[in-house]
């Protein structure tokens, strides 16, 4: 079946460092793939989204592209700053697993000032 | 805010208990979707109606059951709590039935806590 391995947490940084967070899948077909961000005490929202190979979703200085050659969707931001402490989740949706939205184990990500 | 709302926001209460958990759907949404998220288990798909009718089943227990209301709200319904079913509940909407690119909005979630 379908499903998401991203990279365990936690991850420390400092503002202004750079983040990255790997996420690869396994999929029958062509999924969609998104990030979600759970803030502290919050539910999950969307941080962005790609639909097809080599579409790059982006939102709030956050990218990711869609790469099928190597399965992936790495989240990327050039400099963190203290509000983006928070757990990510990579996510996927098919066809094949009729369209339920997969998650991965999330990683937690605290940025220190 | 998002739009989805959940009641009630915290719950405590004894194994072998009931407890309804309650969801409204974002404005002119007719799909809602359970998740489960604990420590162990990560976020974990439970169910998902689309206008009164169930849609499609994840890792529902036999124990929990869920429905749809006409006015579209929904309701997932724990019985026999036991301490591993302590988590946050989330529901989420969205406006179609299923497609690969459709959004999720999510609520702010239900923590159970069984003691």
């Known amino acids: 079946g379908d499903s998401v391995t991203q990279m365990e947490g936690p991850v420390t940084l400092s503002e202004e460092a750079f983040l990255t967070i790997n996420c690869t899948y396994t999929a029958t077909g062509y999924p969609s793939l998104f990030w979600y961000v759970q803030y502290p005490g919050e539910g999950l929202q969307l941080l962005l989204k790609?639909?097809?190979?080599?579409d790059k979703g982006s939102n709030k200085g956050f990218e990711a592209t869609y790469r099928k050659e190597t399965t992936s969707f790495h989240l990327e931001k050039g400099s963190v700053q203290v509000s983006d402490s928070a757990v990510y989740f990579c996510?996927?949706?098919?066809?094949?697993?009729?369209?339920?939205?997969?998650f991965g184990a999330g990683t937690t990500v605290t940025v220190r000032a | 805010d998002s739009g989805v709302t959940q009641t009630p926001k915290h719950l405590i209460t004894a194994t072998g208990q009931r407890v309804t958990l309650r969801c409204s759907p974002r404005?002119?949404?007719?799909?809602v979707y359970w998740y489960q998220q604990s420590l162990d288990q990560g976020l974990q798909f439970l169910i998902q109606?689309?206008?009164?009718?169930?849609?499609a089943k994840g890792n529902i227990l036999e124990r929990f059951s869920a429905q749809q209301f006409p006015d579209l709200h929904s309701e997932l319904n724990l019985s026999s709590l036991e301490l591993g079913d302590s988590a946050l509940y989330f529901c989420?909407?969205?406006?179609?039935?299923?497609?690969?690119?459709?959004?999720?909005?999510f609520g702010a979630g239900s923590r159970l806590t069984v003691l």
């Open positions: 790609a639909t097809k190979a080599d």
């Open positions: 996510a996927l949706k098919s066809r094949s697993n009729d369209y339920k939205l997969s």
């Open positions: 404005s002119g949404d007719l799909s």
């Open positions: 109606y689309y206008n009164g009718e169930e849609r």
């Open positions: 989420a909407s969205s406006v179609g039935r299923a497609s690969s690119a459709n959004v999720l909005t």
